[in-house]
């Protein structure tokens, strides 16, 4: 299954007009079936309405457009959704469509009908439809299923042929010819299966060939496929003809079972028989959870695919899913959807279902929501114009949103087709896979990570006992965390962590802790807007107990960070909180900060659990929070929160200069937060001013300036303040971490990201710091003002660090990729504010040739000692000195260096070793001038031809 999958707007196919009845104007759908070669049945792009009073319309969904329509009286109800065949003409014949209906009048004394249209259409687009119907005995007729059972051509009927079948809920099954004159058998299921008891009740029916049932549902049963196919001919036709009906029954202990029926051909020559051509197969106990078996009676819909064998079924707020191609039937999962009316399967392990807030595809397989579609916004609006005058408008006093009733689903298309209110609607899957992949390989396990939806089972595995304690413990750390008692939160979780608490009047000094308590309480009064009592509960609580300092451990082991797993997911579900975006158009929305214990999120950050996926996963088990399950968590959401909360960067800079994680877009972010805050470039706010006609005088419009005015001072010298106490300095050790961190990523990826999230002027304002510390040859960052020395732009020698170049040019050359020579050619050439661009490029290309001169007179230099290097190699070494001696004496001597271990000079430029004149093959012995001539001469390099010009 492709990683991208979603759902597309709904849109309207059709309009219907309001159907008057006994159903309450709700239409029956069903989609439309086409036999080709006589016997095989296949899904049609059409769709069959039955309103009440009105009749069955046949709408195409490719095209759309109204097919055909057969009126009914206007006291005719519909009991169950119409049943319609469209059977391919040949050179003989025409195509016919034949469409049954289960209809009762109102009339006092009617009983319940089956009615038939059949439609013969002509070359010539004339049709002729005749109308036949059946009257059942009896008053209780409800109806499970309306089929039909192919008929092979022969002897003396010509054309292949169907016959109708009809299963009801009582058991009864009636098997009637095509034009409904003749009923051919009639059976009942309980007295056929001896495990079905007297009190059963069927609630699902479907029907199915008896080659996919082998090759499918019955694939590890032999035994029973044996009873399907005697001969083991894959190639005959009897396969294709005999029809498998798969029953499930309701017993009266609430259990259900599943059980299958073999539906042998009828021969064409014979019209009757008294044999019954039902036989029962086989039945199975449908494993139910004993949670969902002792619920009360609630609606249930099943979807049976009997080529996979696979049954899915929507019980009350509960979507089971069984595997039934093994011996015994296996519940493979169990997933908690609420509000869900109908589903539809989409393949293998993917099933579209609705509900009045939203449409959603889920995986079974992994227990996961692949896309997911709200439904506030999306859903047309119902048009009143199209509908018939005749009818009354309903009430409008609801203003619940209807849920739509799916359909079917057509896989070539990718659509799903469903009904809402009065319109036939179509919603659009995008889902990049071919349909042979689907069923072959299904979905993956990558594509279901960060996406997955909690399992009814799921509380089962915890006691009675550790669940009530959990709650209390929850309900008590909900009160503090209300409140803003941020002591007593920490203290509590940090009696059941095991953690001890450092003394108040001791200040520990560890400098590998970068969170300062008193700091972060006072940044998350100021920055945390709420409630006058929630702040005066805050401020009380932040100068009357602060928190105190945790004794964390440097690593904590894997076997803790999993058992208080449950602790870091709480812990981060009341810490963030999801902003919703307020235009209906970005429905994405933000991360934000609510409540900040110190102590505790550092014990978050240092056990691994600070990743977007582990926040996703907390607030998707938080009922109060409004993330969407397919909503996902940008790179840079967990950085701009943070920012936000404490604009003085205490808790980025602990982040950045921690040993844990962080993505590439968490970094990148915070450079551009680090960048903004530190530049000096004024904004311009000030809007078009415009002529008033005099209606305010010109002393308010005064007042209003120097008010604005004034105020926006006051917020300049606050933050001038900040910034000259510690503001340089927090920002300076938070954005050289940074750098250290993006550079451990690959060069091609730290290009793309500069180039998507950083605008251009950032960009610049990166290049222009990057080339500063190129220029003084480390991080001698000019924010960094701490150091005298360093404030006179004077460093110390020996504060230069040998890997600081490094990072610098390669990340100089990653923001100048990212910015790209079409950004530099706009800058060039436009208004004043661009000179600073212009003297920039200047700049770069001046470095640029000074580090150029300087390979140019490395190579140079090489040249000149090249001679002495050669004679140096070709003296014994009898008659050197030691390089002890030459020590000793203060002198120059060679290192003891291999050839591969000298170092590379650029422009090609290699070091020449020589030849060594004696050589050791079991003993040593001097090499003669012959040999050492040709072992030079294999040496040189291929010849070269340069023109020197003078």
């Given at each position: 299954?492709?990683?991208?999958?979603?759902?597309?707007?709904?849109?309207?196919?059709?309009?219907?007009?309001?159907?008057?009845?006994?159903?309450?104007?709700?239409?029956?759908?069903?989609?439309?079936?086409?036999?080709?070669?006589?016997?095989?049945?296949?899904?049609?792009?059409?769709?069959?309405?039955?309103?009440?009073?009105?009749?069955?319309?046949?709408?195409?969904?490719?095209?759309?457009?109204?097919?055909?329509?057969?009126?009914?009286?206007?006291?005719?109800?519909?009991?169950?959704?119409?049943?319609s065949?469209?059977?391919?003409?040949?050179?003989?014949?025409?195509?016919?469509?034949?469409?049954?209906?289960?209809?009762?009048e109102?009339?006092?004394?009617?009983?319940?009908?089956?009615?038939?249209?059949?439609?013969?259409?002509?070359?010539?687009?004339?049709?002729?439809?005749?109308?036949?119907?059946?009257?059942?005995?009896?008053?209780?007729?409800?109806?499970?299923?309306?089929?039909?059972?192919?008929?092979?051509?022969?002897?003396?009927?010509?054309?292949?042929?169907?016959?109708?079948?009809?299963?009801?809920?009582?058991?009864?099954?009636?098997?009637?010819?095509?034009?409904?004159?003749?009923?051919?058998?009639?059976?009942?299921?309980?007295?056929?299966?001896?495990?079905?008891?007297?009190?059963?009740?069927?609630?699902?029916?479907?029907?199915?060939?008896?080659?996919?049932?082998?090759?499918?549902?019955?694939?590890?049963?032999?035994?029973?496929?044996?009873?399907?196919?005697?001969?083991?001919?894959?190639?005959?036709?009897?396969?294709?003809?005999?029809q498998?009906?798969?029953?499930?029954?309701?017993?009266?202990d609430?259990?259900?079972?599943?059980?299958?029926?073999?539906?042998?051909?009828?021969?064409?020559?014979?019209?009757?028989?008294?044999?019954?051509?039902?036989?029962?197969l086989?039945?199975?106990?449908?494993p139910?959870?004993?949670?969902?078996?002792?619920?009360?009676?609630?609606?249930?819909s099943?979807?049976?695919?009997?080529?996979?064998?696979?049954?899915?079924?929507?019980?009350?707020?509960?979507?089971?899913s069984?595997?039934?191609?093994?011996?015994?039937?296996?519940?493979?999962?169990?997933?908690?959807?609420?509000?869900?009316?109908?589903?539809?399967?989409?393949?293998?392990?993917?099933?579209?279902?609705?509900?009045?807030?939203?449409?959603?595809?889920?995986?079974?397989?992994?227990?996961?929501?692949?896309?997911?579609?709200?439904?506030?916004?999306?859903?047309?609006?119902?048009?009143?114009?199209?509908?018939?005058?005749?009818?009354?408008?309903?009430?409008?006093?609801?203003?619940?949103?209807?849920?739509?009733?799916?359909?079917?689903?057509?896989?070539d298309?990718?659509?799903?087709?469903g009904?809402?209110?009065?319109?036939?609607?179509?919603?659009?899957?995008?889902?990049?896979?071919?349909?042979?992949?689907?069923?072959?390989?299904?979905?993956?396990?990558?594509?279901?990570?960060?996406?997955?939806?909690?399992?009814?089972?799921?509380?089962?595995?915890?006691?009675e006992?550790?669940?009530?304690?959990?709650?209390?413990?929850?309900?008590?750390?909900?009160k503090?965390?209300?409140?803003?008692?941020?002591?007593?939160?920490?203290?509590?979780?940090?009696?059941?962590?095991?953690?001890?608490?450092?003394?108040?009047?001791d200040?520990?000094?560890?400098?590998?802790?970068?969170?300062?308590?008193?700091?972060?309480?006072?940044?998350?009064?100021?920055?945390?807007?709420?409630?006058?009592?929630?702040?005066?509960?805050?401020?009380?609580?932040?100068?009357?107990?602060?928190p105190?300092?945790?004794?964390?451990?440097?690593?904590?082991?894997?076997?803790?960070?999993?058992?208080?797993?449950?602790?870091?997911?709480?812990?981060?579900?009341?810490?963030?909180?999801?902003?919703?975006?307020?235009?209906?158009?970005?429905?994405?929305?933000?991360?934000?900060?609510d409540?900040?214990p110190?102590?505790?999120?550092?014990?978050?950050?240092?056990?691994?659990?600070?990743?977007?996926?582990?926040?996703?996963?907390?607030?998707?088990?938080?009922?109060?929070?409004?993330?969407?399950?397919?909503?996902?968590?940008?790179?840079?959401?967990?950085?701009?929160?943070?920012?936000?909360?404490?604009?003085?960067?205490?808790?980025?800079?602990?982040?950045?200069?921690?040993?844990?994680?962080?993505?590439?877009?968490?970094?990148?972010?915070?450079?551009?937060?680090?960048?903004?805050?530190?530049?000096?470039?004024?904004?311009?706010?000030?809007?078009?001013?415009?002529?008033?006609?005099?209606?305010?005088?010109?002393?308010?419009?005064?007042?209003?300036?120097?008010?604005?005015?004034?105020?926006?001072?006051?917020?300049?010298?606050?933050?001038?303040?900040?910034?000259?106490?510690?503001?340089?300095?927090?920002?300076?050790?938070?954005?050289?971490?940074?750098?250290?961190?993006?550079?451990?990523?690959?060069?091609?990826?730290?290009?793309?990201?500069?180039r998507?999230?950083?605008?251009?002027?950032?960009?610049?304002?990166?290049?222009?710091?990057?080339?500063?510390?190129?220029?003084n040859?480390?991080?001698?960052?000019?924010?960094?003002?701490?150091?005298?020395?360093?404030?006179?732009?004077?460093?110390?020698?020996?504060?230069?660090?040998?890997?600081?170049?490094?990072?610098?040019?390669?990340?100089?050359?990653?923001?100048?990729?990212?910015?790209g020579?079409?950004?530099?050619?706009?800058?060039?050439g436009?208004?004043?504010?661009?000179?600073?661009?212009?003297?920039?490029?200047?700049?770069?290309?001046?470095?640029?040739?000074?580090?150029?001169?300087?390979?140019?007179?490395?190579?140079?230099?090489?040249?000149?000692?090249?001679?002495?290097?050669?004679?140096?190699?070709?003296?014994?070494?009898?008659?050197?000195?030691?390089?002890?001696?030459?020590?000793?004496?203060?002198?120059?001597?060679?290192?003891?260096?291999?050839?591969?271990?000298?170092?590379?000079?650029?422009?090609?430029?290699?070091?020449?070793?020589?030849?060594?004149?004696?050589?050791?093959?079991?003993?040593?012995?001097?090499?003669?001038?012959?040999?050492?001539?040709?072992?030079?001469?294999?040496?040189?390099?291929?010849?070269?031809?340069?023109?020197?010009?003078?």
């Open positions: 299954m492709a990683s991208h999958q979603a759902i597309g707007a709904p849109y309207t196919l059709a309009t219907l007009p309001h159907a008057i009845g006994k159903s309450g104007g709700r239409p029956h759908a069903a989609c439309v079936c086409s036999i080709s070669s006589g016997i095989k049945k296949k899904k049609r792009t059409e769709i069959a309405v039955g309103l009440d009073g009105e009749g069955i319309s046949i709408y195409s969904i490719q095209n759309p457009h109204l097919a055909t329509s057969y009126a009914l009286p206007p006291q005719t109800s519909f009991i169950f959704a119409p049943y065949i469209y059977r391919k003409g040949n050179s003989k014949s025409s195509p016919c469509r034949f469409t049954y209906a289960f209809v009762q109102s009339t006092p004394g009617a009983k319940a009908q089956l009615v038939c249209f059949t439609e013969e259409i002509r070359k010539d687009n004339t049709s002729d439809i005749v109308k036949t119907s059946y009257t059942l005995s009896g008053s209780n007729h409800q109806v499970v299923a309306i089929d039909s059972l192919p008929v092979k051509a022969g002897g003396s009927q010509q054309d292949a042929s169907h016959d109708v079948l009809v299963v009801f809920e009582n058991g009864d099954v009636i098997c009637l010819s095509f034009n409904l004159e003749v009923v051919r058998w009639v059976a009942n299921l309980k007295t056929l299966s001896p495990s079905h008891g007297a009190d059963l009740r069927i609630e699902h029916v479907s029907l199915s060939t008896a080659k996919s049932i082998t090759h499918g549902l019955l694939r590890n049963r032999q035994d029973i496929a044996a009873v399907l196919n005697p001969a083991l001919d894959e190639q005959s036709d009897l396969l294709d003809l005999t498998v009906l798969s029953v499930v029954c309701k017993q009266p609430s259990f259900r079972t599943m059980g299958l029926f073999r539906i042998s051909p009828r021969s064409p020559d014979i019209t009757t028989s008294q044999m019954s051509p039902v036989k029962h086989t039945s199975w106990n449908l139910f959870p004993s949670s969902i078996t002792q619920k009360e009676d609630s609606a249930i099943y979807v049976l695919h009997a080529n996979t064998g696979a049954l899915h079924v929507l019980y009350g707020s509960d979507l089971l069984f595997d039934l191609a093994g011996t015994l039937p296996k519940l493979t999962s169990v997933l908690a959807v609420s509000d869900v009316r109908t589903f539809l399967r989409i393949s293998q392990d993917l099933l579209f279902t609705t509900s009045p807030k939203a449409c959603q595809v889920l995986d079974s397989k992994y227990s996961s929501v692949q896309a997911e579609l709200p439904l506030t916004s999306s859903l047309p609006t119902p048009s009143k114009d199209s509908r018939k005058r005749k009818h009354a408008e309903p009430d409008a006093t609801d203003n619940s949103p209807i849920t739509p009733t799916t359909i079917s689903y057509y896989a298309l990718g659509l799903v087709v009904t809402r209110d009065s319109e036939i609607i179509g919603i659009q899957l995008e889902i990049n896979t071919s349909r042979k992949r689907v069923k072959t390989e299904g979905t993956r396990l990558i594509d279901s990570i960060g996406k997955g939806i909690k399992s009814s089972a799921d509380d089962t595995k915890l006691s006992h550790e669940k009530q304690k959990w709650q209390d413990r929850m309900s008590k750390l909900d503090y965390a209300s409140k803003g008692k941020i002591a007593r939160f920490e203290s509590l979780i940090a009696s059941d962590l095991g953690i001890e608490l450092e003394k108040g009047e200040k520990a000094e560890d400098n590998s802790s970068l969170l300062d308590t008193s700091e972060l309480v006072n940044g998350q009064a100021s920055a945390k807007d709420s409630t006058a009592d929630t702040a005066s509960q805050a401020e009380h609580d932040s100068v009357d107990e602060l105190r300092k945790w004794k964390l451990p440097r690593s904590i082991p894997e076997g803790q960070r999993l058992r208080y797993k449950r602790y870091a997911l709480y812990a981060l579900s009341r810490i963030f909180r999801w902003i919703d975006s307020p235009s209906v158009e970005d429905l994405r929305g933000t991360l934000g900060v409540f900040f110190p102590n505790v999120f550092q014990w978050i950050l240092q056990s691994g659990y600070l990743t977007k996926d582990s926040i996703r996963r907390a607030m998707l088990d938080d009922p109060t929070s409004s993330l969407s399950l397919t909503t996902p968590i940008r790179d840079g959401e967990i950085v701009r929160a943070m920012v936000d909360f404490d604009p003085e960067l205490h808790i980025l800079s602990a982040i950045l200069n921690h040993s844990h994680y962080l993505p590439i877009g968490e970094v990148v972010q915070a450079i551009k937060l680090l960048m903004q805050s530190l530049d000096d470039q004024p904004e311009n706010d000030e809007g078009t001013r415009l002529l008033t006609n005099g209606e305010s005088t010109a002393t308010d419009a005064m007042d209003v300036d120097i008010a604005s005015e004034m105020e926006a001072a006051s917020k300049e010298i606050i933050r001038a303040q900040a910034m000259l106490e510690n503001g340089l300095t927090v920002r300076s050790s938070t954005l050289r971490p940074a750098l250290i961190r993006l550079h451990t990523f690959p060069t091609p990826v730290i290009s793309s990201t500069l998507s999230m950083l605008p251009r002027h950032d960009l610049e304002s990166l290049i222009r710091l990057l080339h500063h510390e190129f220029r040859g480390g991080w001698t960052s000019p924010y960094h003002f701490t150091d005298s020395e360093a404030l006179n732009g004077n460093p110390q020698p020996d504060q230069a660090d040998d890997s600081a170049v490094a990072i610098v040019a390669s990340l100089l050359s990653c923001t100048l990729d990212a910015i020579p079409a950004t530099w050619l706009t800058a060039i436009g208004s004043a504010a661009n000179e600073s661009t212009e003297e920039l490029i200047f700049d770069l290309l001046e470095d640029t040739s000074i580090a150029l001169n300087g390979f140019w007179e490395a190579t140079y230099i090489r040249g000149l000692v090249s001679e002495l290097l050669r004679y140096s190699s070709k003296v014994p070494k009898s008659k050197k000195p030691s390089q002890q001696a030459l020590q000793a004496k203060n002198q120059p001597y060679a290192l003891a260096l291999k050839p591969d271990e000298l170092p590379m000079l650029p422009v090609g430029a290699k070091p020449d070793m020589g030849v060594e004149k004696s050589r050791s093959n079991g003993k040593r012995k001097e090499r003669s001038a012959r040999e050492m001539g040709m072992l030079i001469s294999q040496r040189v390099p291929k010849y070269s031809f340069e023109r020197i010009v003078i």
